[in-house]
């Protein structure tokens, strides 16, 4: 397989090899033979490319067949390779095609006034992404071209994935002009743990319909607009009809990309490690994700957690003197809950109504430390820091007043203890295993490798504890649950509540998940 020279690696605008036989079309679905490569300038210098099969889909009318799937099929017609609408584009919206994610995103950007984008005015699409094999897939970036209906391109969709399962959407035009085209993007999302969440993308990408390869290119600039990282990914052979492959290029294609595919986030790990201990770059901890961005999806642990923090805060809005109104909403493509709660103190007064949207599952496993809701509240929406945000609200402070009130209220409640002694025993046992310290975010002291510094050897008023370090104690779940819910019901909770805290331990010894 062949390469571009090293000193060729730096440049933005490339064009990939030419095809000996074959070229790309929008309209046909191929297997494309790429190579992606990074070239790290700034602050040290680093190279390295892999072998990267990547398959180019025509989203209005894709074919599939025994080596090549796509869209959800059966699993006795799933292809060795499978590109599934579940891997793409907004959580919570999965299609049952590519093309109905892809008309269901645009329809939201439309709602939301974005780009006023409307799918029908879209018949061509073609997709450039990674095939899952063997039900694995890595995927760090894809490319939806959106052509008019006269096939001219007229939007793009780069979609990026990191390591931590989040995604970042960046839609923007593309120039009227033909050939390579540039387009400016903020850096607002996490991918590398050797640069911070500040900077910009320089992105140049040529049109798949007016060519015979692929070829893009993506510059990271620094905040100040120095280009520290150059990555391209670029086809190097013709591209390849499913349909057409005798059995040993069959063969070979799965035994060799096959094992590409599933070696790749190794050759990405292995460098990091150079990067990190050889090179001695200094890495900052993951942000969790802004607004614009998808967390991670939930495990079945975590989505149990919300389960039992819906029904807990059901139960603090009606325990106020003034009692609160609890609407769960459908949540946006950008939450995993959306509660809206209101209060109306008096009836001369008016329904004052906030909201809080959880953003990251990451809010389940901090709330599972704290003692009071008010308090991680509180600490969640009220603190400075939003790369420790996961959950959003129009007013944080009257939030917190609301749950407080709750609270105050269910104080002055006598705590029904549970008759049973299996209840009692599994809480005592509970009550020795589980994490008894607040969970924090990472920012400041620990995401930004300065302030690690500071707090490693701290000086005169450093390293003091601040107000929102409160003490640990019992779960504020925990009463919850043990005076109303039953003992399969308590069972699953304590399991749920010990196995995310345990995870978390484990995790953070390589730097968390």
């Known amino acids: 397989m062949g390469l571009t020279r090293e000193k060729d690696l730096p440049q933005l605008q490339l064009q990939g090899m030419k095809s000996r036989d074959g070229g790309i079309s929008i309209h046909e679905t191929r297997i494309l033979k790429c190579t992606i490569s990074h070239c790290r300038l700034f602050p040290r210098k680093h190279r390295f490319a892999y072998a990267y099969l990547s398959v180019g889909i025509p989203v209005r009318s894709p074919t599939s067949n025994w080596l090549l799937s ?98 970042r959407m960046y839609l923007f035009r593309a120039p009227e002009r033909p050939g390579p085209f540039p387009q400016t993007l903020d850096k607002d999302f996490h991918v590398s743990p050797f640069s911070s969440r500040k900077g910009s993308y320089l992105l140049s990408s040529s049109d798949p319909a007016g060519g015979e390869n692929i070829s893009v290119a993506v510059t990271l600039r620094s905040s100040k607009g120095h280009p520290k990282l150059v990555a391209r990914w670029w086809s190097d052979e013709p591209a390849i009809d499913p349909a057409s492959l005798s059995v040993a290029e069959v063969l070979h294609l799965l035994i060799f990309w096959g094992l590409n595919i599933l070696t790749t986030f190794p050759k990405i790990v292995f460098n990091a490690v150079l990067l990190s201990h050889v090179h001695k770059l200094e890495m900052w901890y993951r942000p969790e994700p802004k607004v614009s961005a998808l967390g991670r999806q939930p495990n079945s642990a975590e989505k149990f957690v919300a389960y039992i923090f819906t029904q807990y805060v059901h139960h603090l809005g009606g325990l106020a003197s003034d009692k609160a109104s609890i609407v769960e909403r459908v949540p946006t493509s950008g939450s995993l809950l959306h509660l809206d709660i209101g209060q109306q103190k008096s009836s001369a007064e008016e329904k004052a109504t906030t909201d809080l949207r959880v953003h990251t599952p990451q809010f389940f496993r901090q709330l599972i430390t704290y003692q009071k809701l008010s308090d991680y ?107 109303n819910c039953g003992i399969a019901t308590q069972a699953r909770y304590v399991a749920a509540v010990l196995g995310l805290q345990w995870r978390a331990r484990i995790m953070s010894l390589i730097g968390g998940e």
Not at 384 to 404: F, H, K, Q
Not at 419 to 448: H, I, T
Request: hydrophobic share 35%; charged share 25%.
């Open 377 to 483: 509240l509180s600490y969640m929406l009220l603190r400075p820091y939003e790369e420790n945000r996961t959950a959003w609200s129009d007013d944080g402070p009257a939030l917190v007043t609301i749950v407080e009130a709750g609270e105050a209220a269910r104080a002055k409640r006598e705590i029904r203890r549970p008759s049973m002694l299996v209840s009692r025993m599994l809480f005592v046992m509970y009550g020795y295993c589980r994490c008894k310290q607040p969970l924090y975010g990472q920012y400041p002291d620990l995401g930004v490798p300065s302030r690690r510094k500071a707090v490693a050897s701290p000086g005169e008023g450093e390293g003091e504890k601040e107000p929102w370090r409160i003490s640990g104690g019992s779960c504020c779940l925990d009463d919850f649950v043990l005076e």
């Open 70 to 167: 796509v869209d959800d099929v059966p699993w006795w017609q799933k292809g060795w390779f499978h590109v599934s609408p579940q891997d793409h584009l907004d959580r919570g919206r999965h299609g049952a095609t590519l093309s109905q994610n892809l008309d269901e995103y645009l329809k939201h950007q439309l709602r939301l006034a974005v780009q006023g984008l409307n799918p029908t005015d879209f018949p061509h699409v073609y997709l450039l992404t990674a095939p899952r094999f063997l039900n694995y897939v890595f995927s760090p970036a894809s490319f939806w071209y959106l052509f008019g209906k006269k096939e001219q391109l007229m939007y793009v969709i780069a979609e990026v994935n990191n390591t931590f399962d989040e995604r």
